[in-house]
């Protein structure tokens, strides 16, 4: 399996606009994380996926803020419209429901609004 | 509410010591997971250690050990024998198994480790 694959690894777009920012899990992973990584906050947790359905969404840092995932192998993290606050490292991962099983975490998109 | 705390921002160890890098957590779950992730420059996240609520040993991998002191509620990564590669950064994770929060994944603020030559 090639792990965790998200796109675009850099997204660099102009205050007001759209973002959408993309994630395939590993085959077989039934839980889906997405992260924001700032200097300032660290490592948020956004939104977290179970079989597809979201299971906590109170990390999700406003209503310009929406993720979904329509199967077990596609989600989007998606920023409407994108401010300059929202600049940061997002990651996408994913794990088994095996208990002791670890999350593997996608390379990251790095997005700048500007 | 679940919490991970790291309360050392940044840790300073000289090439071939050991080192412990500090992180207790808060739970009212009775079962939940307990990791550690490597961060380095690079920006991918390494899993390097896991350790189960009711495991009744410390974990272990290689260099890396995890000092679990479940009364406490700490679970401090202890790298032996630091080497240069292992300048990165460090975060320290947990996951609830509760009806709801069940595979929560929530990780503290992290701790930034230099090895110095």
């Known amino acids: 399996d090639a792990g965790v694959i998200q796109s675009p690894r850099h997204e660099v777009t102009e205050m007001g606009q759209e973002v959408t920012l993309r994630c395939k899990p590993i085959s077989g992973h039934d839980y889906l994380f997405w992260y924001r990584q700032t200097m300032m906050r660290g490592l948020e947790l956004l939104i977290y996926f179970n079989n597809n359905v979201p299971i906590d969404d109170s990390g999700m840092p406003e209503d310009r803020f929406s993720a979904k995932m329509p199967n077990a192998s596609f989600s989007t993290l998606k920023i409407q419209p994108s401010e300059p606050r929202d600049s940061a490292v997002y990651f996408c991962a994913s794990r088994s429901p095996v208990g002791s099983a670890e999350a593997f975490f996608g390379q990251g998109t790095r997005l700048t609004v500007v | 509410a679940q919490k991970i705390t790291q309360t050392q921002p940044g840790m300073f160890v000289q090439e071939k010591e050991a080192v412990t890098l500090d992180c207790t957590y808060d739970t009212s779950d009775q079962s939940y997971g307990l990791f550690w992730y490597k961060q380095p420059s690079s920006g991918e996240m390494i899993f390097l250690i896991y350790q189960g609520s009711y495991d009744e040993q410390n974990a272990t991998e290689g260099r890396y050990s995890l000092n679990f002191q479940k009364a406490r509620k700490s679970a401090n990564l202890v790298i032996s024998a630091s080497q240069l590669g292992d300048s990165a950064m460090y975060f320290c994770?947990?996951?609830?198994?509760?009806?709801?929060?069940?595979?929560?994944?929530?990780f503290g603020q992290g701790t930034e480790l230099s090895v110095k030559p």
């Open positions: 994770a947990m996951k609830g198994v509760g009806h709801n929060q069940g595979g929560k994944l929530i």
